[in-house]
């Protein structure tokens, strides 16, 4: 694991709690770095390059909401909202404006580290790094062309950016055109859960995928379908 995949930044505004994450996660190996209000987390982000952002919803001054929003104007950095129960309406927010997953607290160890670990898994240095393009790994439609060891989407001759779920959701799909997922194959899939997934995870990241490709293509947006009462497939046009 590259030494900047490795490090996370813990945000959250009581002591208690970041030191109880850095606990779980230096015993997995992982470098911590903590901010404790939203000013000083987006300060780090934005500066430095990290694995995992792990950003609690409810925090003095700018709220997790808003650093996530800001972050992904530049910046693809996966991030675990931590929320307390009965935000619901806070974690959809969190979704819409970037975020990859959500912890609700009081959360248990098993749980940190499982969802960790299948983030950090799926976000390897090729996810960052453009590399020579081996056409043999390109998947191309007539407006969409994903070239997968650059993690590079065009869509309709524009590039799009895309966080790292985003892009694994679409690369997954179209791996398999004209295949129905369920949100559940989908879940355990991409997300690597099998017993932690929320099913409107998978509904807010292909709601954002969708938006992000409609800007530019219509088209292609078009293609990721959704199969009412079964999941999502990517239909190729005929």
């Known amino acids: 694991m590259s030494e900047q995949l490795n490090r996370i930044l813990v945000v959250d505004d009581e002591e208690r709690i970041r030191r109880l994450l ?39 001054g700018i709220d997790g909401i808003e650093v996530c929003n800001r972050l992904r104007q530049s910046k693809s950095t996966p991030v675990l909202m931590l929320t307390a129960k009965g935000e619901e309406v806070n974690r959809v927010q969190g979704f819409e404006v970037g975020a990859d997953d959500y912890v609700v607290k009081p959360f248990s160890p098993r749980e940190v580290i499982y969802r960790v670990k299948a983030i ?91 938006e992000k490709l409609n800007k530019v293509s219509p088209d292609s947006a078009a293609m990721i379908t959704t199969v009412w009462g079964v999941g999502y497939k990517l239909e190729v046009p005929k």
């Open 22 to 60: 850095r606990m779980y996660l230096e015993k997995e190996g992982y470098e911590i770095e903590e901010a404790e209000d939203g000013e000083t987390a987006l300060r780090k982000a934005l500066a430095d390059d990290y694995g995992l952002i792990m950003l609690d919803l409810m925090l003095p």
């Open 120 to 210: 950090m898994r799926r976000s390897s240095a090729t996810a960052y790094l453009s590399q020579e393009n081996n056409s043999s790994n390109n998947i191309v439609f007539p407006n969409l062309i994903i070239e997968h060891d650059a993690h590079r989407v065009t869509a309709s001759g524009h590039e799009i950016s895309l966080t790292p779920k985003e892009y694994e959701l679409l690369h997954f799909l179209a791996s398999s055109p004209d295949k129905v997922f369920s949100r559940e194959e989908l879940l355990k899939d991409v997300w690597n859960y099998e017993f932690f997934g929320d099913l409107r995870t998978v509904d807010t990241h292909v709601k954002r995928l969708r």
